[in-house]
């Protein structure tokens, strides 16, 4: 059973996802990663997207670590409504709506952020956890990752769990890749916006 590892709400066990049709981000990667993220100091009062969330239990690590508000997004009917249990639970230890869900695409949700030209607004971020399942193509990876470039903050972090055979994600041309941690079979890969110069 997948727990919150620290924080304010540490300790507190969490609903899987039945199946295999998920993976779990192993305790020991998760603890690792949020070792990371709290060495950069940027949980505190972050806006935290998960995306491909699964149970969500990277969201709400972030959030009982101290993330502002955390949106975890996921598709599949079953994935969804573990996310809503596990939100429930976090919200309430936490005693605050801090974890919300949306049922749906990452790419339409992604679309319903991004700033339409002419006119202000949109959403953006300053944490994106992104853990594709693993048949998803690098084609299709790249493709969201230029719908991420267009919502996040000017300090935004990153962070895409692949499996360790898998090729390093395309990046578009204003984000880069600034640091990668193997963990057995689980790679994390660290990238942040860049301002892109025009000759």
């Not at 996921?74 to 596990?86: F, G, I, R, S, Y």
């Not at 640091?179 to 000759?199: N, S």
Request: overall charge negative; some cysteine; glycine content about 8%.
């Amino acid at each position: 059973m997948s727990r919150i590892v620290a924080g304010a709400a540490g300790g507190i066990p969490l609903k899987s996802v039945p199946g295999d049709s998920t993976r779990p981000t192993t305790d020991r990667v998760k603890e690792a990663l949020f070792s990371r993220l709290e060495s950069y100091d940027i949980l505190a009062g972050a806006r935290v997207l998960d995306l491909y969330a699964g149970a969500g239990t990277l969201g709400i690590e972030a959030a009982s670590r101290g993330a502002r508000s955390v949106l975890l997004v996921e598709l599949a009917p079953k994935a969804a409504a573990v996310c809503q249990t596990n939100a429930g639970l976090v919200n309430k230890a936490l005693r605050s709506s801090i974890v919300d869900v949306r049922k749906g695409s990452v790419d339409s949700v992604l679309d319903t952020f991004a700033p339409v030209p002419g006119f202000s607004g949109g959403k953006s971020w300053d944490v994106v956890f992104m853990d594709p399942p693993y048949p998803l193509s690098e084609e299709e990876l790249a493709k969201t990752l230029q719908k991420v470039a267009l919502v996040l903050e000017e300090h935004a972090t990153i962070i895409v769990e692949r499996s360790s055979r898998s090729a390093e994600p395309t990046w578009p041309e204003n984000i880069k890749r600034f640091a990668e941690k193997k963990y057995g079979e689980t790679r994390l890969w660290f990238a942040e916006p860049v301002e892109v110069t025009t000759e």
